[in-house]
């Protein structure tokens, strides 16, 4: 996770940070053990250790693994999806009130679930700040979860408060989430005195100013008081099943699996085609050769230079030796632009291959012509595929999402009229639309067939409506439709 992390942040500081240390590692066991981990480490680009430091000024990033998320993100939650329930209006309400923070909240876990492997979304309340519960995202890396049968039973959040400048002394506080014997969600609370490397010993939540709030909140056993529902206060929502590289390991096994797993060395491979591209056009920078005496001296220890600007010159005493070069040389190197381009192409491509996506979703569009909604689809079948892959793994844990903020709702914030055992459905749009009028002909196709309900033609022309604007819709269709006069009718 922290390689991913690194590729993600996209900073050289980063990139090095990680993988330097490793080359260094894999240099010093090269005798003892060949290939393996340690052997890809040490021929990664950004692992390699320069002789002089200045070298580092040849590495270049391009940013394809953020570029990837954020297209992962933008498939999903480009627009809300509709969480709708089919009987109770006052729960309907209560949950379009929840839409706005909520789909900002899964956007951005999405785009940090590509990355990581996966995300946790939690129920969290606080009367001081809203008066209604409303979801927070923790990351992947700051989380350690048990799993029974697949299914998230606990997990233990932590977050680091405070620390020395050495962190010899480090103060991390520590949440986790687990169930009671009758199923009730319990949340913990800890703060620990420890050291960079190490937990250390539990001291009061009053003794950190972060955690300060929580110690009047909890009982004895540092458990919240409040909030004690049905069903654990956090989801697991993978990016993509099933996890292949940690398959034999226990939590790994039932964890997501990241968009950028296995293309590591490819996205290496890229950002070292774009360094000596990057490295020709700065050696291929048109330079002329002077001899000493036509530079100027800029002073003691000032160095010297040559005026390319200049018009006149001194009168300079230079001998004119038949066959000589000139005293002036132009000095021009090649630039491989096309041989440098097609290797980044065929790179990015397989990466973004590899991933699972088609390059015509990160705009690899040859011709650029206007396509209808169907040879979108042709054109981006895997990406539309992997789309589906990560909806199955989003929908239930949207769903259970939903129905623990209502369960919390009730029970902390004591709002009436919320049906918490009615069925919560939820839809994801589709990202290939068709133009408005092609979406009306076919809705027109339907009605005159009386293939789908007037709810239904309504979604269809208006996916980003609420559940109450499809309805209050629809019965503005309905009553207009009762008022126009029948012309087969008068005189009859």
Same mark, same amino acid.
């Given at each position: 996770?922290? *390689?991913?992390s690194a590729w993600y942040e996209g #900073?050289?500081?980063?990139?090095?940070?990680?993988?330097?240390?490793?080359?260094?590692?894999?240099?010093?066991?090269? +005798?003892?053990?060949?290939?393996?981990?340690?052997?890809?480490?040490?021929?990664?680009?950004?692992?390699?250790?320069?002789? =002089?430091? $200045?070298?580092?000024?040849?590495?270049?990033?391009?940013? !394809?693994?953020?570029?990837?998320?954020? %297209?992962?993100?933008?498939?999903?939650?480009?627009?809300?999806?509709?969480?709708?329930?089919? *009987?109770?209006?006052?729960?309907?309400a209560r949950i379009d009130s929840y839409?706005?923070?909520?789909?900002?909240?899964?956007?951005?876990?999405?785009?940090? %679930?590509?990355?990581?492997?996966?995300?946790?979304?939690?129920?969290?309340?606080?009367?001081?700040?809203?008066?209604?519960?409303?979801?927070?995202?923790?990351?992947?890396?700051?989380?350690?979860?048990?799993f029974t049968w697949g299914q998230l039973?606990?997990?233990?959040?932590?977050? !680091?408060?405070?620390?020395?400048?050495?962190? $010899?002394?480090?103060? &991390?506080?520590?949440? &986790?989430? +687990?169930?009671?014997?009758?199923?009730?969600?319990?949340?913990?609370?800890?703060?620990?005195?420890?050291?960079?490397?190490?937990?250390?010993?539990?001291?009061?939540?009053?003794?950190?100013?972060?955690?300060?709030?929580?110690?009047?909140?909890?009982?004895?056993?540092?458990?919240?008081?409040?909030?004690?529902?049905? %069903?654990?206060?956090?989801?697991?929502?993978? =990016?993509?099943?099933?996890?292949? &590289?940690?398959?034999?390991?226990?939590?790994?096994?039932?964890?997501?699996?990241?968009?950028?797993?296995?293309? +590591?060395?490819?996205?290496?491979?890229?950002?070292?085609?774009?360094?000596?591209?990057?490295?020709?056009?700065?050696?291929?920078?048109?330079?002329?050769?002077?001899?000493?005496?036509?530079?100027?001296?800029?002073?003691?220890?000032?160095?010297?230079?040559?005026?390319?600007?200049? #018009?006149?010159?001194?009168?300079? =005493?230079?001998?004119?030796? *038949?066959?000589?070069?000139?005293?002036?040389?132009?000095?021009?190197?090649?630039?491989?632009?096309? *041989?440098?381009?097609?290797?980044?192409?065929?790179?990015?491509?397989?990466?973004?291959?590899?991933?699972?996506? $088609?390059?015509?979703?990160?705009?690899?569009?040859?011709?650029?012509?206007?396509?209808?909604?169907?040879?979108?689809?042709?054109?981006?079948?895997?990406?539309?595929?992997?789309? =589906?892959?990560?909806?199955?793994?989003?929908?239930?844990?949207?769903?259970?999402?939903?129905?623990?903020?209502?369960?919390?709702?009730?029970? !902390?914030?004591?709002? %009436?009229?919320?049906?918490? #055992?009615?069925?919560?459905?939820?839809?994801?749009?589709?990202?290939?639309?068709?133009?408005?009028?092609?979406?009306?002909?076919?809705?027109?196709?339907?009605?005159?067939?009386?293939?789908?309900?007037?709810? #239904?033609?309504? &979604?269809?022309?208006?996916?980003?409506?609420?559940?109450?604007?499809?309805?209050? +819709?629809?019965?503005?269709?309905?009553?207009?439709?009762?008022?126009?006069?029948?012309?087969?009718?008068?005189?009859?």
């Amino acid at each position: 996770m922290r *390689e991913w992390s690194a590729w993600y942040e996209g #900073t050289p500081e980063a990139l090095s940070a990680f993988y330097a240390p490793r080359q260094r590692e894999s240099v010093q066991q090269s +005798e003892r053990r060949a290939g393996g981990v340690l052997g890809l480490l040490q021929r990664m680009w950004w692992g390699r250790i320069p002789a =002089n430091p $200045s070298e580092r000024i040849d590495q270049a990033h391009l940013p !394809v693994a953020a570029d990837i998320a954020r %297209g992962s993100a933008d498939l999903l939650y480009d627009e809300a999806p509709q969480i709708t329930v089919s *009987e109770s209006k006052s729960t309907q309400a209560r949950i379009d009130s929840y839409m706005p923070d909520v789909h900002q909240v899964l956007a951005n876990g999405a785009e940090l %679930g590509s990355v990581l492997g996966g995300r946790f979304h939690r129920v969290t309340w606080d009367k001081t700040v809203a008066d209604r519960p409303f979801a927070t995202t923790v990351d992947a890396d700051a989380a350690y979860p048990e799993f029974t049968w697949g299914q998230l039973t606990t997990v233990t959040f932590w977050y !680091v408060v405070a620390s020395d400048e050495t962190r $010899s002394k480090v103060w &991390r506080h520590l949440e &986790r989430h +687990e169930l009671d014997a009758d199923g009730y969600g319990l949340v913990f609370h800890g703060l620990y005195e420890g050291t960079d490397s190490e937990l250390g010993q539990r001291r009061p939540l009053n003794v950190q100013a972060a955690t300060a709030p929580l110690s009047n909140l909890v009982d004895e056993f540092g458990a919240l008081k409040e909030g004690r529902t049905k %069903g654990l206060n956090v989801v697991y929502v993978p =990016n993509q099943t099933p996890q292949r &590289r940690w398959r034999h390991h226990d939590p790994g096994m039932f964890l997501g699996r990241s968009d950028l797993d296995g293309v +590591e060395a490819l996205m290496d491979n890229l950002d070292e085609a774009f360094s000596s591209w990057m490295r020709d056009i700065r050696i291929g920078k048109g330079r002329i050769i002077v001899p000493d005496y036509m530079l100027r001296s800029n002073g003691p220890g000032a160095g010297t230079t040559f005026d390319l600007d200049r #018009t006149v010159y001194d009168s300079l =005493n230079i001998p004119d030796t *038949e066959g000589s070069a000139p005293p002036i040389i132009a000095q021009q190197f090649a630039i491989r632009v096309e *041989e440098h381009l097609a290797t980044c192409e065929k790179i990015t491509q397989q990466i973004v291959h590899t991933a699972g996506y $088609s390059s015509q979703t990160f705009g690899d569009d040859a011709d650029g012509a206007a396509v209808t909604a169907t040879e979108v689809k042709a054109r981006e079948r895997r990406t539309f595929r992997t789309r =589906n892959r990560k909806i199955r793994n989003e929908t239930p844990a949207v769903r259970a999402l939903v129905a623990k903020m209502l369960s919390i709702d009730a029970a !902390v914030f004591n709002t %009436g009229g919320l049906d918490l #055992t009615e069925p919560i459905s939820v839809e994801f749009p589709d990202t290939a639309e068709d133009s408005p009028l092609a979406m009306a002909q076919t809705a027109q196709a339907l009605y005159t067939a009386r293939a789908a309900s007037t709810a #239904t033609l309504v &979604r269809m022309q208006h996916p980003d409506w609420t559940g109450q604007q499809v309805q209050d +819709e629809v019965q503005l269709i309905i009553a207009e439709q009762r008022s126009v006069v029948d012309p087969f009718t008068i005189g009859s």
